[in-house]
T-cell receptor, first 108, second 113 residues
Framework: AQRVTQPEKLLSVFKGAPVELKCNYSYSGSPELFWYVQYSRQRLQLLLRHISRESIKGFTADLNKGETSFHLKKPFAQEEDSAMYYCALEGSQGNLIFGKGTKLSVKP | DTEVTQTPKHLVMGMTNKKSLKCEQHMGHRAMYWYKQKAKKPPELMFVYSYEKLSINESVPSRFSPECPNSSLLNLHLHALQPEDSALYLC????????????FGQGTRLTVV
C-alpha cells in the first residue's frame, strides 16, 4: 500500500523554537517525497523535495529509508512559518499521495 | 510564466446549473491534474491527463466531466452537482517526464446551493 502518515494535526511552537513536522510513508521501491505548504488564502506550493536536498526558507528534510520517514525540520521557527504543511509521496502512477497535513502555529 | 491560472476564483451554482472550471498553463507541462480539497483536508486527486489523454479517473461521479482541449488547457465541466460537492478545486501541472506535481493553481472555490 502507498500511504503517507502525518501523525500531528496541529503543532504549536513559540517563535525561535525548533520545529519538526513528522512524516512517515509506506511505499515499495524508491520513494520520491515532497513537502508542500499552504499559507492562509494562498495556493498550495512545493516547499522542497528530497531529491534536491535543498534548504528552503530554513527548512530541511532528510529521507530516512530505514525508518521510512521524511520529517521536516527548522532550527528556529518564525511567525510567518504558520501554515498547513502536507507531506506527499509520488505514487506509482505519477500522482501525488498526500498526508492529512499538519497545521503549524508559531506564536510570538 | 511559471503559473497555473484558474478561473473563476469563486463560483456559486445551483444544483440544476451547468458550469465549467478552467485551468491554463504555459510552461509546456504535458501532465495536468484536477484535485478537490475540502476545508482543512489534503487535496484529493480526481483526474490526471497525460499528453491530452485521460490517464487516471479516481472513480469520480459522472456529474464531473474533465476535458483537455490542448496541452495548455484543462476544463472541468459541472452538471447537477450536490451541496456536498462544495469545495476548493485545484488544478496542477507537471513535466510529464519528471512526474512531480510542482505547480498548483490558486483554485476555484465552488459553492453548490
Amino acid at each position: 500500500a502507498q500511504r503517507v502518515t502525518q501523525p500531528e494535526k496541529l503543532l504549536s511552537v513559540f517563535k525561535g523554537a525548533p520545529v519538526e513536522l513528522k512524516c512517515n510513508y509506506s511505499y515499495s521501491g524508491s520513494p520520491e517525497l515532497f513537502w508542500y505548504v499552504q499559507y492562509s488564502r494562498q495556493r498550495l506550493q512545493l516547499l522542497l523535495r528530497h531529491i534536491s536536498r535543498e534548504s528552503i526558507k530554513g527548512f530541511t528534510a532528510d529521507l530516512n529509508k530505514g525508518e521510512t520517514s521524511f520529517h521536516l525540520k527548522k532550527p528556529f521557527a518564525q511567525e510567518e512559518d504558520s501554515a498547513m504543511y502536507y507531506c506527499a509521496l509520488e505514487g506509482s502512477q505519477g500522482n501525488l499521495i498526500f498526508g492529512k497535513g499538519t497545521k503549524l502555529s508559531v506564536k510570538p | 510564466d511559471t503559473e497555473v491560472t484558474q478561473t473563476p476564483k469563486h463560483l456559486v451554482m445551483g444544483m440544476t446549473n451547468k458550469k465549467s472550471l478552467k485551468c491554463e498553463q504555459h510552461m509546456g507541462h504535458r501532465a495536468m491534474y484536477w484535485y478537490k480539497q475540502k476545508a482543512k483536508k489534503p487535496p484529493e486527486l480526481m483526474f490526471v491527463y497525460s499528453y491530452e489523454k485521460l490517464s487516471i479517473n479516481e472513480s469520480v461521479p459522472s456529474r464531473f466531466s474533465p476535458e483537455c482541449p490542448n496541452s495548455s488547457l484543462l476544463n472541468l465541466h459541472l452538471h447537477a452537482l450536490q451541496p456536498e460537492d462544495s469545495a476548493l478545486y485545484l488544478c496542477a501541472s507537471s513535466q510529464d517526464g519528471d512526474r512531480e506535481v510542482a505547480f498548483f493553481g490558486q483554485g476555484t472555490r465552488l459553492t453548490v446551493v
